[in-house]
């Protein structure tokens, strides 16, 4: 009979072979500057690199109007993709499996505060699924193992497909977004009309362009990081879930709010998708450990405590304490501090 597995137990993802169940989650860090991974992207990716960790990306933009936050790596020219190429062979050299995030922000974040750019209009919408179809190409070109589709957050993907109603400008940019369909509006469509209009289109270009063993989506049925409301969020993210599964996709990530989760509030999404399931938000080793024992979830990817402690499954596997992150420096754009200097065990064990 197996052992109960914990965090710390390997685990085979589609064909890859993993160390453990720890997962670096996407951690956009504003560092990749003119929109190009630089040189210190390669140290910061190949601090948190060892043999058969997942290694997630920060979101890369598709196009140029999907840059929502400064100095952010793009995908979608070529000089990007030789930009990412030493950053992902550095991150290959220790062993490590890289995926990236393809990212549409849409709308600025809630913070910012512009007019509304004019709607989206339907005929819009091949040119976005085609921009996440090439930056994916582009991704696999650079070397990368797979990519996941950021459909959460409230960014663009998550956006058409939980229909916002407000809106927002990228770089000053008037972008045209959103009010294509509205839950608020009275919008008439199906769920599955409303729901297909990008979310499930782009996910079947990526999946038709690299294959679905190496697509993973991040969804977030309950999160609110943007002011976004939805009538049936859950039931929208449940009805992508089930067109992920039938199209094979390797990975379903899903961000839950600390705050909603009770314990099985992911359960019908785990039971759709029969392949890998991640969760994420605020866990640490004891509340991963269980999630993975209680089959929850078969991985769970750590933003924050990973971002601070580059070698985060080491300090789990030998239960040592934590460097504490410093949201001071989440979002500067100083190519060390808060970024490279986090101390790995046996050094200095704080920070900030
Ligand atoms: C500085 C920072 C940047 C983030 N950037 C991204 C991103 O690029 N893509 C994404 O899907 N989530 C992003 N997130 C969310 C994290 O992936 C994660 O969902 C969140 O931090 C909760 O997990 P944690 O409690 O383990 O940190 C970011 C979070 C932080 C703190």
Redesign the pocket.
């Given at each position: 009979m197996e052992a109960t597995p914990d965090l710390l137990t390997p685990y085979k993802m589609g064909k890859f072979n993993l160390a453990h169940r720890v997962v670096l989650?996407?951690?956009?860090?504003c560092r990749s500057y003119e929109n190009l991974a630089q040189p210190h992207n390669s140290l910061y990716y190949e601090q948190r690199a060892a043999p058969g960790v997942l290694l997630i990306a920060?979101?890369s933009a598709v196009s140029e109007t999907a840059t929502g936050y400064p100095q952010?790596p793009g995908l979608w020219s070529q000089e990007q993709v030789e930009a990412w190429k030493p950053v992902v062979d550095a991150v290959h050299a220790k062993g490590a499996l890289f995926f990236c995030?393809l990212?549409h922000t849409g709308r600025k974040p809630p913070t910012t505060e512009f007019g509304a750019p004019p709607r989206l209009e339907e005929e819009e919408i091949p040119q976005m699924v085609m921009d996440f179809r090439v930056a994916a190409r582009n991704a696999i070109r650079a070397g990368f193992d797979g990519v996941?589709i950021?459909a959460?957050?409230g960014f663009l993907v998550n956006q058409l497909f939980l229909f916002f109603v407000d809106i927002g400008r990228v770089n000053s940019q008037p972008l045209r977004l959103n009010r294509l369909v509205n839950d608020g509006l009275n919008d008439s469509s199906s769920l599955e009309n409303r729901c297909s209009r990008l979310a499930t289109d782009v996910v079947a270009a990526v999946v038709d362009e690299v294959g679905a063993h190496r697509v993973g989506v991040?969804l977030?049925p309950f999160?609110g990081?943007t002011d976004y409301t939805d009538a049936d969020a859950e039931a929208q993210a449940l009805h992508l879930v089930h067109f992920m599964d039938k199209l094979g996709v390797l990975y379903c990530h899903m961000?839950e709010p600390?705050k909603c989760v009770n314990g099985n509030r992911l359960s019908p999404f785990r039971e759709a998708f029969k392949g890998t399931f991640i969760v994420?938000?605020?866990?640490d080793q004891e509340e991963g450990d269980r999630v993975v024992r209680d089959g929850y979830a078969d991985l769970v990817?750590?933003?924050?405590?990973?971002?601070a402690n580059p070698d985060l499954p080491e300090r789990f596997r030998k239960k040592a304490g934590l460097n504490k992150?410093d949201?001071s420096t989440?979002?500067t754009s100083d190519p060390v501090v808060g970024y490279t200097d986090y101390p790995f065990l046996g050094q200095e064990t704080q920070v900030a």
């Open positions: 989650a996407p951690v956009t860090r920060e979101a952010v995030q990212w996941e950021h959460a957050n991040r977030s999160a990081y961000v600390r994420n938000g605020g866990y990817s750590y933003g924050r405590l990973f971002l992150y949201r989440f979002y």
